[in-house]
């Protein structure tokens, strides 16, 4: 085993801390390669990092831009969300965030995991994942 794997799991991506796994990377994208969605919306911004990793994947398979979510805009990351068109919404996912009319990945990560699913969970299109 590397021995990264040893060492805790907050590193770094882009230079930002992560609150992720590298792991959760690979998973995402299984679920993206094995589903067909047409955008993602991920509620919890955190510092950042998974948001630069999902503008990515909505880049590289034209999806459209990553709307992100969270009551405080994470540091350092306003020059790589403008380059990869990341939306960032500062505020309260139960009321500022618009669910699109479309299949989508709904990556719930904020406060409150649970009451995010069951809230949104009616919300979504056929074909979502959330």
Known sequence: ?????????HHTFLGI???H??????VIDEILNENKVEGIIEIG?????????LGLEC????????TTIDIVKPEDTDRIFQVLAINF?????FKDLVI?????LLFCDGGNKE???NYFVSKLKSGSII
């Open 89 to 93: 919404i500062k505020g309260d996912c």
């Open 21 to 26: 796994t590298y792991w959760l990377y690979k």
């Open 17 to 19: 801390t992560q609150q």
């Open 59 to 66: 880049f590289q398979r034209k999806l459209g831009s990553l």
């Open 45 to 53: 911004t955190g510092r950042g990092a998974l948001s630069i990793f």
């Open 115 to 117: 009451k995010e699913f």
């Open 1 to 9: 085993m590397h021995k990264f794997m040893h060492s805790g799991w």
């Open 100 to 104: 699109p009319d479309k299949p989508i």
